[in-house]
């Protein structure tokens, strides 16, 4: 597609509960991107994906973390477990170039755990 | 690892008047920097970028320089407008084996009537 896709828009679990999220990245696009935004704004760095291969995890809490960009599906990022402090939006990105690329966003899919 | 300082958190300034947001970063094999404005309740959108081996890029009224060797750079909007109204965030992107880009804590922009 020509944007990328992220669902669901919105998620409500308690804690403690599973929550997992998808993104269809821009087709043509090798690298996919997850930050997290919490209320203050500042974008805090997850996980990337070269295609279906780990790029750099450095970002991910890796114990409850748990991301996937398998062929022909939506990448996802699963969070086992949720706590109260995993409420943010959570972006999508993706990017036809690897390091010196523009990064495309999704809407974002915005987590509230209860 | 990679760390980017940007300042400041909030500006406000008047229609017609420039805006300059700046920030550091600490890794000097960072060689990309862009900047992402993000309006409210929206997604992130590349506004400019510049690569490590250019030292100023201007786009109409938004401009960017780049000091390498203070590892600064900024981001310079002239002839502001209410529709600049944002949040402003500046990156580094940088591959050390794996590739990330970085971003500032942001600087929201409020450009009064």
């Known amino acids: 597609g020509e944007e990328v896709a992220q669902t669901p828009k919105h998620l409500v679990r308690g804690e403690g509960q599973k929550a997992k999220l998808y993104c269809a990245p821009i087709?043509?696009?090798?690298?996919v991107f997850w930050y997290q935004q919490v209320l203050k704004n500042e974008f805090k760095f997850l996980i990337s994906?070269?295609?279906?291969?780990?790029?750099?995890e450095t970002g991910m809490p890796k114990e409850r973390f748990s991301a996937k960009c398998l062929p022909n599906s939506p990448c996802s990022l699963e969070i086992q477990a949720t706590k109260l402090e995993d409420s943010a939006v959570y972006f999508c990105?993706?990017?036809?170039?690897?390091?010196?690329?523009?990064?495309?966003f999704g809407e974002g899919s915005r987590l509230t755990v209860l | 690892g990679e760390n980017v300082e940007q300042h400041p958190s909030t500006l406000s300034v008047q229609e017609g008047d420039s805006a300059v947001i700046k920030c550091t970063y600490s890794d000097s094999a960072s060689n990309y920097f862009p900047w992402y404005k993000q309006e409210l309740g929206k997604r992130p959108q590349l506004i400019i970028d510049i690569r490590s081996n250019v030292g100023e890029k201007k786009d109409q009224r938004i401009a960017v320089t780049l000091n390498k060797t203070a590892k600064h750079f900024s981001l310079h909007i002239t002839e502001t407008q209410p529709e600049d109204s944002a949040v402003y965030f500046c990156?580094?992107?940088?591959?050390?084996?794996?590739?990330?880009?970085?971003f500032g804590a942001g600087t929201r922009l409020f450009v009064k009537a």
């Open positions: 990105a993706s990017s036809q170039s690897g390091i010196t690329g523009e990064l495309f």
């Open positions: 087709k043509g696009h090798s690298y």
């Open positions: 990156a580094a992107s940088l591959n050390t084996g794996g590739f990330k880009t970085i």
């Open positions: 994906f070269q295609n279906e291969n780990v790029f750099d």
